[in-house]
C-alpha cells in the first residue's frame, strides 16, 4: 500500500525567523493514487497578531482563532496522522520552514517531519515540466482543469484537496515516486533528438535593413 499526505498550512506571515506563526494545518490522504476521506484539519491559536496582507489572502482573523487550541496541543496528533508517510506539498520550504519553527517552539524534534522521509515539493517538479510558465496552485489547477472556482481565499484544507488532485494529475503514469511522468520524459527526449538534428538556417539582412543599421550608428 502506498500513502502519501499532501499537506499545507496558513499563516501570520511570510517569515518564521521573524516569530510568524502557523494558524491553520491542512492535510488530505492518498492511498493507491486515490483520495480518502481521512482529513487532518485544525486551526491554530499563534497568540500573536495576524498581518493584514496575510489576512487579504486567507480571511483568516485573531477574532476566528482565539478560542482554538495552540500548536503544542496538536503537535503529536498530527504527528501521529502524518505517520512515516511521504509528504505532498507546494513549494516545500516555506510550509517545512514553519512547521520546524512550531516543533522547536514546542519542545519537539524540530527536524521529525524531515528524517528518513520523502518530501515531493510539486512546485519544483512544475518548474521541471513547465519551465517558464507560472506553476502557483491556481495556474496548475487551470492547466490541469481542476475546478477551483471555490478558492476565494487560501485555506490550508481547501489548497491541500486542490493540490491532492494536481498532484495526481501531475505524476499521471509515473514509474518512480522521485520522477516525472512517462509521457513528460518521452516528449522531452523527442524534443531533445529533434533540436539536434536541426539543419542551421542563417537568415541574411537586405539592403535596406543594411541601410537602416549604418544610418542607426551614424546618429
Known sequence: ????????????????????????????????????????????????????????????????????????????????????????????SFDLGFLKSEFESSKNNPDILEQDRKILDTLKIARAMFRSKRNSLDALCSRYEIDNTDRNYHGAL??????????????RGQTKIEGLTERFIEVNN?????????KERIIQANKEEIELHKNYFKQ
Open 1 to 92: 500500500m502506498e500513502r502519501l499526505v499532501v499537506l499545507d498550512t496558513e499563516t501570520t506571515g511570510l517569515d518564521a525567523e521573524n516569530g510568524h506563526k502557523i494558524i491553520e494545518i491542512g492535510c488530505v490522504e492518498i492511498i493507491n493514487r486515490n483520495i480518502t476521506s481521512n482529513i487532518f484539519h485544525e486551526y491554530i491559536n499563534p497568540m500573536r497578531e495576524i498581518d493584514e496582507r496575510a489576512i487579504e489572502i486567507h480571511g483568516i482573523t485573531n477574532d476566528k482563532l482565539k478560542d482554538k487550541p495552540i500548536f503544542a496541543d496538536v503537535a503529536i496528533k498530527f504527528i501521529e496522522y502524518l505517520s512515516n508517510s511521504p509528504l505532498v506539498i507546494h513549494n516545500a
Open 158 to 171: 481547501l489548497d491541500a484537496k486542490l493540490l491532492a488532485n494536481v498532484y495526481l494529475r501531475m505524476t
Open 190 to 198: 523527442e524534443n531533445i533528438a529533434n533540436i539536434k538534428n536541426r
